[in-house]
Nanobody
């Protein structure tokens, strides 16, 4: 079981940027596809992005495509989410997650979750 810890959230103005990090320990990081999800109060958990084991394949939810970039550094056991051109609708708790094998946009397919980090975009 891999342990995941997110960091980098905070308060930012509309149009600003944040870079989230998710540090993994335990397991074998290079065998995990990684994902980012977000959840606002009263809303269902939403797919943000996912990246394949070696970083060759990256996919994004429609609401963040063109603004967010996912990446990973397997030597550092870390996955990142660069968020640019932030909007108030991006306000949510952002979670990273891990699963064995290929990428997925379905939260139910991820077995390992971080504690989340709050992102608040003011207007």
């Amino acid at each position: 079981q891999v342990h995941l810890v997110e960091s980098g959230g905070g308060l930012v103005q509309t149009g600003g940027s944040l870079r989230l990090s998710c540090a993994a320990s335990g397991g074998t990081f290079s065998t995990y596809a990684m994902g980012w999800f977000r959840q606002a109060p009263g809303k269902e958990r939403e797919f943000v992005s996912t990246i394949s084991t070696a970083g060759a394949y990256q996919y994004y939810g429609d609401l963040v495509k063109g603004r967010f970039t996912i990446s990973r550094d397997n030597a550092k056991n870390t996955v990142f989410l660069q968020m640019n051109s932030l909007k108030p609708d991006d306000t949510a708790i952002y979670y990273c997650a891990a699963k064995t094998g290929v990428t997925s946009r379905r939260p139910s397919e991820y077995n390992n979750w971080g504690q989340g980090t709050q992102v608040t975009v003011s207007s």
